[in-house]
């Protein structure tokens, strides 16, 4: 997701940020804690998608808030491509010693069901959930659809061609928008970009006909009164603007989906290594910085994980996209 393509909002406020941070380069090393025990060099932070994108400003904001909390900096390197199959390979394959880590996300608990990939979760080792925000079901404001039964409806009829955009085949929003297919029969014509922002914009041109991708990426549209929200695909309501937008489940459909980002560490990282990078990632996380940082561009702040809590969700979500995989035959 490139930088031109996201919102005012979020360009404004990454503008506000220093240089270095945007740049990749390294965040400002505490003056304390500069011994030989782990780390002693900067840790790579590997980001598997697009400088700009939701996942970088995660990754960066994360960077800047724990730099108080670790006596080296974080680095940010982006790696897109494969919905997130080269990042996440790259740390898969990576030296077990805490200096190179991922962001990684749901994605990574299905990428191999769909044969894009050949590791899985097992391989590598949760630090922490930092957020998780639900999926939404997305139209322009002049649509004719008012309602999420109305959308569906349409998109029963034959030869209806629906097209939904998503974050790319393979990504989490592809994978929503046919489970929501699977559910209810809805058939949709599945329209791949390079991430969720320029699906957005997309459909913001009249190019397709609908969105399933998280509520921060649309949360400024649907102000503004440019798009609309049908349902959210959260097991409760959505605050931040989407208060009178239904779940899913509240229309019948019993279905919850959304997307959340972490850290994870090569499978084999020592414990003692991991332990200094879950202590200093639960501080982080309390960091004013990180609130604000997230809460401008209406990322959820509240859904912070340890590792044993992050693989239970992975355990979870792996079983559930393995199963919707091989209804629909979805693979490379």
């Known amino acids: 997701m490139a930088l031109?393509?996201?919102d005012t909002a979020r360009r404004q406020w990454l503008r506000t940020w220093p240089a270095a941070m945007l740049l990749g380069t390294t965040f400002a090393v505490p003056a304390w804690a500069q011994g030989g025990a782990y780390p002693n060099k900067p840790i790579e932070l590997v980001v598997p998608w697009q400088a700009g994108g939701g996942a970088d400003v995660v990754g960066r904001a994360f960077g800047a808030a724990v730099a108080r909390h670790l006596p080296q900096p974080i680095v940010v390197i982006n790696r897109p491509g494969a919905?997130?199959?080269?990042?996440?390979?790259e740390v898969v394959n990576a030296k077990p010693d805490g200096y190179r880590i991922v962001l990684s996300s749901t994605e990574l608990t299905f990428l191999n069901h769909l044969g894009l990939a050949k590791f899985s979760y097992k391989d590598l080792r949760p630090i922490a959930r930092l957020n998780a925000d639900p999926a939404a079901v997305v139209?322009?404001?002049d649509a004719p659809y008012a309602t999420l039964e109305q959308f569906l409806d349409a998109a029963r009829k034959p030869e209806a061609n629906i097209r939904v955009g998503n974050a790319g085949h393979g990504s989490t929003w592809h994978m929503a928008a046919a489970a929501l297919s699977e559910k209810t029969g809805a058939q949709f014509n599945h329209i791949p970009y390079a991430g969720g922002a320029p699906a957005v914009l997309a459909l913001l041109g009249g190019h397709i006909d609908a969105v399933t991708v998280s509520t921060a990426e649309v949360s400024s549209y649907v102000a503004a009164g440019k798009l609309k929200a049908l349902a959210v695909m959260a097991d409760k309501r959505v605050a931040d603007g989407f208060e009178n937008v239904p779940t899913l489940?509240?229309?019948?459909?019993d279905l919850s989906i959304g997307i959340w980002r972490g850290l994870s560490a090569p499978r084999n990282t020592p414990d003692e290594v991991m332990a200094v990078l879950k202590t200093a990632t639960a501080k982080a996380v309390k960091e004013p910085l990180w609130i604000d940082a997230l809460q401008k561009l209406h990322f959820s702040t509240d859904t912070y994980a340890d590792d044993a809590a992050l693989e239970a969700v992975m355990v979870r979500e792996s079983a559930f996209f393995k199963e919707l995989s091989g209804k629909l035959k979805i693979s490379n």
């Open 249 to 253: 489940k509240e229309r019948k459909v």
């Open 83 to 89: 919905s997130g199959v080269l990042g996440l390979g």
């Open 4 to 6: 031109s393509t996201i």
């Open 139 to 141: 139209v322009r404001a």
